[in-house]
């Protein structure tokens, strides 16, 4: 038996009224993923436990079968792990976003205009990163590059009482109530103040403005943590597995469980990401050895986050035609098992991450599921089956079987 989850961030959403009152996942023209919701086990799991922030590295692990009251520990230090940066037991990794701020003067009254800075290009940010390392690396803190807007901090040595913001949850606020709160804040607040010195005229911003496109303004801070040890997913469930995602989140947590990290060239985190090139790289993936793919998609999840109501419907119609199709038009040759769901909501109407329950559909092809042609995948549907995961890290055990 072959194991394919297909996870879809953010895909879960409210009714919009721009669609009529109907979600995302209600407006898409999505005949696949319908068509496992109709022949499967389809219900709805919790993946953020109570009190937990509802974010993708809680929910993911929940997916992945972890107990994240248990493993979760921070966001960056799977995002570290990705990006294959050694971490010691006591440092923290902090994630460092290249963002949009207004300017306004002094610091405190400026507002959060885009937390991606318009989905900067990776080569773009690599040298703006690489910038404020020259500035403000030290025997304390390191900067290191990622992926488009999304970069590490290291504090080495580092010590618990800091509290961070995501800036994706504060678009369009006054930054002064959000900037890092806690003993020692002001260590941060000024990394990020002399962020926005080195940043102001450097020659890609002053490029991007040219050419209207939103600058890299300042770094943010968010995400801490500590390295977390995870159980390897081979000796937890006897699976041979890989993981293939854009985002160094996703990829960490794969990492730090033991799975093989797979690159797709032209995958970028975003709309215009390379669907069908996933679909290929886990067929691989199970042609040559791997029992387990994880394959996540983040597309959903930037357009919740920036407000695009027809990007969203766009993401998920995407990734039905464009990777569910060929996918299982592939995976004919083995009896498998899917799993498809969101790991939680990015409501357009918030642009954040929300903790309610989300769909989700187990299909196989070995036959012995349930029938039903009115059924759709969708959060309504699902809410109508009567079929609740409470705790989202054992649906893996209903999955895997």
Not at 92 to 113: D, F, G, Q, W
Not at 340 to 368: K, M, Q, W
Request: with cysteine; hydrophobic share 35%; aromatic share 8%.
């Amino acid at each position: 038996m072959k194991y394919i989850v297909l996870l879809g961030d953010g895909m879960a959403d409210c009714p919009v009224p721009a669609l009529g009152g109907r979600t995302p996942l209600e407006a898409a023209n999505k005949p696949n993923m319908d068509y496992i919701a109709q022949n499967g086990d389809m219900g709805l799991v919790k993946t953020i436990p109570d009190g937990m922030p509802p974010g993708s590295d809680v929910a993911n692990l929940s997916v992945f079968g972890y107990e994240p009251d248990i493993y979760y520990s921070g966001r960056s230090p799977f995002e570290a792990a990705s990006m294959g940066i050694s971490m010691s037991d006591t440092d923290i990794a902090l994630r460092c976003n290249l963002v949009t701020l207004s300017s306004e003067e002094p610091y405190e009254e400026k507002t959060m205009v885009d937390y991606c800075s318009g989905e900067i290009s990776t080569e773009e940010a690599r040298k703006l990163i690489e910038a404020i390392s020259a500035e403000l690396n030290s025997e304390i803190f390191s900067f290191y590059p990622g992926i488009s807007y999304r970069h590490c901090l290291i504090w080495k040595d580092g010590k618990d009482g800091v509290s961070f913001t995501p800036p994706h949850d504060i678009s369009g606020k006054k930054i002064a109530s959000f900037l890092p709160k806690g003993e020692k804040n002001d260590i941060f607040i000024t990394l990020m103040k002399k962020s926005e010195k080195i940043l102001k005229n450097h020659p890609i911003n002053q490029m991007r403005i040219k050419n209207g496109l939103n600058p890299a303004t300042s770094i943010w801070l968010w995400g801490q943590g500590k390295k977390p040890k995870l159980k390897q997913f081979a000796e937890k469930y006897n699976l041979i597995g890989s993981v293939i995602s854009a985002v160094d989140l996703v990829r960490g947590i794969g990492i730090l469980a033991g799975l093989k990290p797979v690159y797709v060239d032209g995958a970028t985190g975003n709309l215009h990401t390379n669907y069908t090139g996933k679909a290929k790289a886990a067929l691989n993936e199970l042609e040559n050895g791997s029992d387990f793919v994880y394959i996540h998609v983040e597309a959903p999840d930037e357009c919740g986050h920036q407000g695009l109501v027809e990007g969203k419907v766009q993401s998920i119609e995407k990734i039905d035609s464009e990777l569910l199709a060929p996918l299982l038009d592939g995976l004919t040759k083995w009896d498998y098992s899917i799993l498809l769901l969101p790991d939680h909501p990015t409501p357009i109407s918030t642009r954040t991450h929300s903790c309610e329950p989300v769909p989700f559909a187990i299909y196989r092809n070995t036959g012995g599921m349930r029938s039903n042609n009115t059924l759709r995948f969708t959060e309504k549907d699902a809410a109508s089956t009567g079929v609740f995961i409470e705790h989202g890290h054992t649906l893996i055990d209903r999955f895997l079987i």
